[in-house]
């Protein structure tokens, strides 16, 4: 039985996010795996599931949410244990060492990440294209927030258009998110991985620890025509 849990969703379920958790349990479905999707609130235990959801959020919610979650101290622990982490936007940010909300308060993060979110000087809101290795991922981003990755970070991928996180440490490209070994940041929303099923099959892999088989459905046909459509490239150019 493969557990899939979304932690805090009435929380930090603002942009959708929750819906990443209904993609990877369809895929995994389709292929004949067992799945339970757990919604865990604020004052329940964290599970022993091999993938942990967390989604984005307002300023309040996020802090109460970095609030329980340390109190808790048990996501640490899991993604220790080898759970695949993906966090969007706001639980991308509270995963790091702190981030800044409105009014200029700095707030301590979990710290499984190196990274320091600071206030931008404009809200970015938009397409946000991200070359992630020899992939495409495409969603929408809506965030204040510009993040720097400490020195033996790892972005997820090199913005191609739109903000991200920002510049990354002494170079001129944008970036976004983090890769650090099972966790997954990104300010992808979308949900993410309803327009990225590609990386939903990799989360899936990486829990399961085992390849997957293909497996073509309309959302990958979709992907590659959202691709097309905010990359504005060339029909026959672009690989997926």
């Given at each position: 039985?493969?557990?899939?849990?979304?932690l805090?969703?009435e929380?930090?379920?603002?942009?959708?996010d929750?819906?990443?958790?209904?993609?990877?349990?369809?895929?995994?479905?389709r292929?004949?795996?067992?799945v339970?999707?757990?919604?865990?609130s604020l004052?329940d235990?964290?599970?022993?599931?091999?993938?942990?959801?967390?989604?984005?959020?307002?300023?309040?919610?996020?802090?109460?949410?970095?609030?329980g979650?340390?109190?808790?101290?048990?996501?640490?622990?899991?993604?220790?244990?080898?759970?695949?982490?993906?966090?969007?936007?706001?639980?991308?940010?509270?995963?790091?060492?702190?981030?800044?909300?409105?009014?200029?308060?700095?707030?301590?993060?979990?710290?499984?990440?190196?990274?320091?979110?600071?206030?931008g000087?404009?809200?970015?809101?938009?397409?946000?294209?991200?070359?992630v290795?020899?992939?495409?991922m495409?969603?929408?981003?809506?965030?204040?927030?510009?993040?720097?990755?400490?020195?033996?970070?790892?972005?997820?991928?090199?913005?191609?258009?739109?903000?991200?996180?920002?510049?990354?440490?002494g170079?001129?490209?944008?970036?976004d998110g983090?890769?650090?070994?099972?966790?997954?940041?990104?300010?992808?929303?979308g949900?993410?991985?309803?327009?990225n099923?590609?990386?939903a099959?990799?989360?899936?892999?990486?829990?399961?620890?085992?390849?997957?088989e293909?497996?073509?459905?309309?959302?990958?046909?979709?992907?590659?025509?959202?691709?097309?459509?905010?990359?504005?490239?060339?029909?026959?150019?672009?690989?997926?």
């Amino acid at each position: 039985m493969l557990k899939i849990a979304v932690l805090y969703p009435e929380l930090l379920g603002t942009y959708g996010d929750g819906g990443n958790a209904l993609v990877l349990a369809s895929r995994a479905r389709r292929r004949g795996i067992e799945v339970d999707v757990l919604q865990v609130s604020l004052d329940d235990e964290i599970p022993d599931a091999k993938i942990l959801l967390l989604g984005g959020g307002e300023d309040g919610p996020q802090r109460q949410a970095t609030y329980g979650l340390e109190k808790n101290g048990a996501l640490a622990k899991r993604v220790n244990d080898g759970a695949v982490l993906l966090a969007v936007c706001a639980g991308f940010q509270l995963i790091g060492s702190s981030y800044e909300v409105e009014g200029g308060l700095h707030v301590e993060g979990l710290g499984l990440v190196e990274a320091v979110t600071t206030r931008g000087s404009k809200r970015r809101v938009g397409n946000l294209l991200t070359r992630v290795g020899a992939r495409w991922m495409v969603g929408f981003e809506n965030h204040g927030g510009e993040t720097e990755l400490g020195s033996d970070e790892v972005p997820l991928g090199v913005v191609e258009s739109g903000a991200g996180n920002g510049r990354f440490a002494g170079d001129a490209r944008y970036v976004d998110g983090v890769r650090h070994g099972s966790i997954f940041g990104t300010y992808a929303h979308g949900p993410v991985l309803a327009q990225n099923p590609w990386l939903a099959d990799e989360l899936l892999s990486l829990a399961l620890g085992r390849e997957l088989e293909p497996l073509v459905t309309v959302a990958d046909e979709l992907h590659r025509l959202r691709v097309r459509e905010v990359g504005d490239f060339n029909f026959d150019a672009v690989d997926y």
